[in-house]
């Protein structure tokens, strides 16, 4: 039911992600669209590898790694009870660490300054992982925007966005997972199972190329 909706969003997320985009270092082949009439269950977990970033983590069987069209982004995808997920996978280049600190402070105030919005805006160590997370109230639908995909929903935009910060010698190499397009609504709903895997993202070094001594 959200997939027209979504792509408002995802469209508008790829035109500001891409020119930021590390280029993806072999991705999988383009997987076929997800039958929306199968979801997951979320007892039943595997470690997946997120594409081309450095990152794994423990998903809901049947949740998997998608290639965006022409565009060559990666998202994460899958389904929760009749709810489709998306979180879009960037790389986002490297950092130094008191930059991250600053972000940190903006994203404070910025909680501090619009509480009602801003829900969450905090850093997780998880070693050797930072994590900036920020969970925010986005719009609301337009009625044109409910007409024109035909959905049901009018729920505001949930912003859920995590910056990850792996070291990278003097600096950081930064990395972003976005969720498209869901609603507060969604979230809501799915909450548990959302938190659930997002507490399971771990550092997956990339492997050393054959003949080299790791």
């Known amino acids: 039911m959200m997939?027209?909706?979504k792509k408002l969003f995802l469209a508008a997320a790829i035109g500001l992600i891409g020119c930021d985009q590390s280029p993806p270092a072999t991705p999988p082949a383009t997987a076929?669209?997800?039958?929306?009439?199968?979801?997951?269950?979320?007892?039943?977990?595997?470690?997946l590898r997120l594409a081309h970033l450095p990152l794994c983590v423990r998903v809901p069987d049947g949740w998997r790694i998608d290639i965006l069209g022409e565009s060559g982004l990666s998202s994460l995808r899958g389904i929760a009870g009749s709810d489709e997920f998306q979180i879009l996978l960037a790389g986002r280049g490297k950092t130094r660490p008191e930059q991250l600190e600053l972000r940190l402070e903006d994203m404070r105030r910025e909680q501090k300054a619009n509480p009602e919005?801003?829900?969450i805006a905090r850093?997780?160590?998880?070693?050797?992982?930072?994590?900036l997370e920020r969970q925010a109230i986005g719009i609301a639908p337009t009625s044109q925007m409910i007409a024109d995909a035909g959905v049901g929903d009018t729920s505001p935009i949930y912003n859920w966005t995590l910056s990850v910060y792996v070291p990278s010698?003097?600096?950081l190499q930064s990395y972003e997972l976005n969720f498209i397009g869901m609603t507060r609504?969604?979230?809501q709903r799915h909450q548990q199972l959302l938190e659930s895997i997002i507490a399971r993202i771990d550092y997956d070094a990339p492997s050393a190329p054959a003949g080299e001594n790791p």
């Not at 199968?38 to 977990?45: E, F, G, K, N, V």
């Not at 850093?123 to 994590?131: D, N, Q, S």
């Open 117 to 119: 919005k801003v829900k």
């Open 185 to 187: 609504a969604q979230f």
């Open 32 to 47: 076929p669209a997800m039958p929306a009439t199968t979801p997951s269950d979320p007892a039943a977990r595997h470690t």
């Open 3 to 5: 997939q027209s909706y």
């Open 123 to 131: 850093l997780v160590e998880r070693p050797p992982l930072k994590i």
């Open 169 to 171: 010698g003097p600096t």
